[in-house]
């Protein structure tokens, strides 16, 4: 079975852009976040949306926006861009329950110049 | 709200030595924790995960972690690591409370494994 897709795999973008960022769940997975790892750091929660509805959104600005599709798949959007948005963003699949694994995707990693 | 602590940020170890990776956590709820790995230019994969049950949990690859509930720590252990275990740990916490599926991750531990 597929894992967790997203693209693109890289990107670079220049400051003031908007970016889109797409991420393909698990078959069967109804859940999808979207994580931030700054070089060096730890993964920091931006987003998780199940069934198409935002279930948490983590302490990023409103330039960061999200939405998940009927297929499951998801968007992550980035307006505005900063130098201080490089980094990789992860995407994350689950089924149901507090207790479900959350399976990563490889990530897009995006430069800001 | 919950956090993460890894107590070390590297750890050079040579190979066939045993290692611990250490992981603390704090929590005003009931929590579930999780190690990831991570590879060079790789997303995150799951090594090992407590739920319930057994404070004890291994991974396939001779990893192994014990939950202990009154020091709030979840370490990572292997009793002799190879060269192919040279990569960036991750503690996760993610609190048994709400319908969000949040995880918070410490800073994560390199392990350097030295030939």
Redesign the interface.
Known sequence: DAGVTQSPTHLIKTRGQHVTLRCSPISGHKSVSWYQQVLGQGPQFIFQYYEKEERGRGNFPDRFSARQFPNYSSELNVNALLLGDSALYLCASSGTGRGETQYFGPGTRLLVL | AQS?TQLDSQVPVFEEAPVELRCNYSSSVSV?L?W?VQYPN?????LL?Y??GSTLVESINGFEAEFNKSQTSFHLRKPSVHISDTAEY?C?V?G?TG??????????TTLQVKP
């Open positions: 993460v579930y999780f990831y790789q997303g995150l994969q799951l995960k739920l319930s991750f996760a993610k048994d319908n969000t599926g949040k995880l918070i991750f410490g800073q994560g």
